[in-house]
């Protein structure tokens, strides 16, 4: 059963940074992307930024430049550095991982992480 745990969420002032973590309970090359989303209240599930296993990154137009994912594979993690944090940015974060078994995909979600950013 795979496992994802996210940590490092949290209050934080408007112009603040956090830094999320995702761990996996298995080896993380297996998952391809991994990738950070955002929950608002009353809004949808979206795509804030993922990486594959080659180090390709993907990034949410609002949080470009602010935003930064990246992957350790010998601690199978994946941390999403956040910077210059915004109201706007106030969601539960949940981290996602993908796997290719032949032709079937499957997909694992964490519990999520909340962040709120107070102005």
């Known amino acids: 059963q795979v496992q994802l745990v996210e940590s490092g969420g949290g209050l934080v002032q408007a112009g603040g940074s956090l830094r999320l973590s995702c761990a996996a309970s298995?080896?993380?090359?297996?998952?391809?992307?991994v990738g950070w989303y955002r929950q608002a209240p009353g809004k949808q599930r979206e795509l804030v930024a993922d990486i594959t296993t080659t180090g390709s990154t993907n990034y949410a137009d609002s949080v470009k430049g602010r935003f930064a994912i990246s992957r350790d594979n010998a601690k199978n993690t994946v941390y999403l550095a956040m910077n210059s944090l915004q109201p706007e940015d106030t969601a539960v974060y949940y981290c996602?991982?993908?796997?290719?078994?032949?032709?079937?995909?499957?997909?694992?979600w964490g519990q999520g992480t909340q962040v709120t950013v107070s102005s």
């Open positions: 298995g080896s993380i090359f297996m998952f391809n992307p």
């Open positions: 996602k991982a993908e796997r290719a078994s032949g032709s079937v995909r499957y997909i694992y």
